[in-house]
């Protein structure tokens, strides 16, 4: 059964984009770096929406 992640819509997310300094932010920002739901989420994505993505966050 696939299960659909949450991840355009987390609230940690969030928290990043109003203030990418805040704890919550940082948190969420080392969290992605091995959350297998972020990398199913970005497996997901269209290339265009990927690339844009990464630059967004600056992953690599």
Known sequence: MATENNCSNCSMR?????????FIGRFWRWHINFCPGWK??????E??????VKLKY???
């Open 14 to 22: 969030a928290k990043y984009e109003l203030k990418p300094k805040s």
């Open 40 to 45: 199913q989420y970005m497996a997901s994505l």
């Open 47 to 52: 290339e265009s929406d990927r690339q844009g």
């Open 58 to 60: 600056n992953i690599k």
